[in-house]
């Protein structure tokens, strides 16, 4: 590896890619859950947070 950065032991570089991992894990997920907006702006009807403005 060409690495610009200071040479790190090989203990930190796997717990860098550890973490690289989990985040990509969790990114992962959280896309999986994820729901459009259109489909939650679309449940709730505009008369019903419009119904005290009247």
């Not at 959280?30 to 005290?52: H, K, L, N, S, Y």
């Amino acid at each position: 590896m060409s690495d610009t950065r200071p040479v790190e032991g090989r203990g930190e570089q796997i717990q860098q890619e550890e973490r690289e991992a989990a985040k990509r894990r969790i990114l992962a997920l959280a896309e999986e859950e994820r729901i459009p907006a259109e489909e939650t702006t679309r449940a709730v009807p505009d008369r019903r947070w419009r119904r005290g403005q009247q």
